[in-house]
């Protein structure tokens, strides 16, 4: 079988949790014995924009269009960009997939999904964010409120444009509900969310994605008396790593250390959260290690004790707690979405009120209080699927659908 694997952006130029998960599945699949091509958004300042490259990966066909938004003359092409378009219809025409499989479309075109429904090429989507329906991506407001979107006026607003533009892009994007042939939903949150807005029941599936977990070994247990918490992920306000150095503190300085690994990112180009974390990464028992390349993760984690995720938007279903608990690690996660589906409370984390700081500072005194609690979330640390069970699973959706 031949797949077309689509994300707006692949390793080692982009690293976050979809570019790494649509390279670990695009081996996976190799491995299973397809042939295996990957479409992906580049942006690279010294390229011209919308210019196509070709080139071989570790064994895979890599189609890179570049765009860095620098020749976008309207915010339509933000979105929607025909010339995109045409050169993703080229990589069709030269690759002849069998099946696409989209992940994400930021930085490409939204109606991608129209060139294959056009070919009679079957298509998935995996949701992977909220990017359909939201061109912010985390259905966080420009005061960071959680929104139910799309809502016209408002959208307007968060996307500095007119009302009529903003309803354009909804009805311009809602699109590819008709063009794509099915749906994964990592999480139920999602699944739910795209119900709410218009997608068939009957063309989602939920679907629980894989990561490979012999890459991480089992952390050891507290060598020392100090409790190793831990942060890893972009520091972008979205995560709000701000809560877990507000709550940490708060504890006793001997009796926790804290571990940040992450680099800073801008939010939709807005810089102003460096300014509010720098202070506190420089406090008494933090650590702060900077970015981290995904390969690196694991030794991360082998040296903490618990991982926080303390996000305050619906996340999907964060690949860093899967990461965790292949290393035996229990998370404390906000009780939101995608993070409160994966962490069970009491058995293999704890959860805690979302953007609330004193209620993450309570669960991380617990852990240090309670005798035993620590040791008995990690021994309900669940098992995680690997990638090749998910290709396994994603191969026999792919075949059912060409027949």
């Not at 670990?24 to 919308?50: C, F, I, K, N, Y």
């Not at 993450?360 to 240090?368: F, G, I, K, S, Y």
């Amino acid at each position: 079988m031949r797949v077309l694997l689509v994300v707006h952006g692949y390793p080692p130029e982009a690293s976050g949790g979809t570019e790494v998960y649509t390279r670990e599945l695009a081996r996976a699949l190799r491995r299973a014995g397809d042939e295996v091509a990957v479409l992906a958004r580049v942006a690279d300042p010294s390229r011209p924009d919308r210019v196509l490259r070709r080139e071989e990966r570790e064994g895979l066909a890599l189609f890179a269009i570049n765009n860095t938004f620098r020749s976008c003359r309207s915010f339509e092409e933000t979105w929607r960009d025909d010339a995109i378009r045409s050169l993703a219809a080229a990589t069709l025409e030269e690759w002849r997939p069998d099946v696409v499989h989209v992940q994400h479309l930021t930085g490409l075109s939204a109606d991608l999904a129209g060139e294959t429904r056009e070919r009679g090429i079957p298509s998935v989507v995996t949701l992977n964010d909220y990017w359909l329906i939201c061109q912010r991506g985390q259905l966080l407001d420009l005061d960071l409120q959680r929104c139910d979107g799309p809502h016209p006026r408002g959208c307007a607003r968060c996307l500095h444009t007119s009302r009529r533009q903003a309803e354009r892009r909804t009805r311009g994007v809602a699109a590819i509900f008709e063009s794509a042939t099915h749906f994964l939903a990592p999480s139920k949150t999602l699944r739910e969310r795209f119900l709410a807005h218009g997608l068939d029941p009957g063309r989602v599936t939920l679907h629980e994605q894989g990561i490979d977990p012999a890459r991480y070994g089992v952390a050891e247990g507290r060598p020392g008396s100090r409790l190793r918490v831990g942060f890893v992920g972009s520091l972008m306000v979205s995560k709000a790593p701000h809560l877990l150095l507000e709550a940490f503190g708060r504890l006793p300085e001997d009796e926790a250390r804290l571990d940040v690994f992450g680099g800073h990112a801008a939010y939709h180009g807005d810089d102003r959260y460096r300014g509010r974390l720098e202070p506190l990464l420089r406090g008494p028992g933090v650590r702060w290690h900077g970015a981290l390349e995904h390969a690196a993760i694991p030794s991360a984690l082998a040296s903490l004790d618990v991982l926080v995720v303390p996000s305050v938007w619906l996340e999907n279903a964060p690949f860093v707690i899967k990461e965790a608990f292949a290393a035996g690690l229990p998370v404390v996660a906000s009780d939101l979405g995608g993070m409160a589906e994966l962490v069970t409370h009491e058995r293999d984390g704890l959860l805690f009120p979302a953007g609330d700081a004193a209620g993450l500072e309570a669960a991380l005194r617990r852990l240090l209080d309670e005798p035993g609690l620590l040791d008995r979330l990690r021994s309900g640390v669940p098992r995680v699927p690997s990638i090749d069970d998910d290709a396994a699973r994603t191969r026999a959706l792919y075949e059912r659908l060409r027949s």
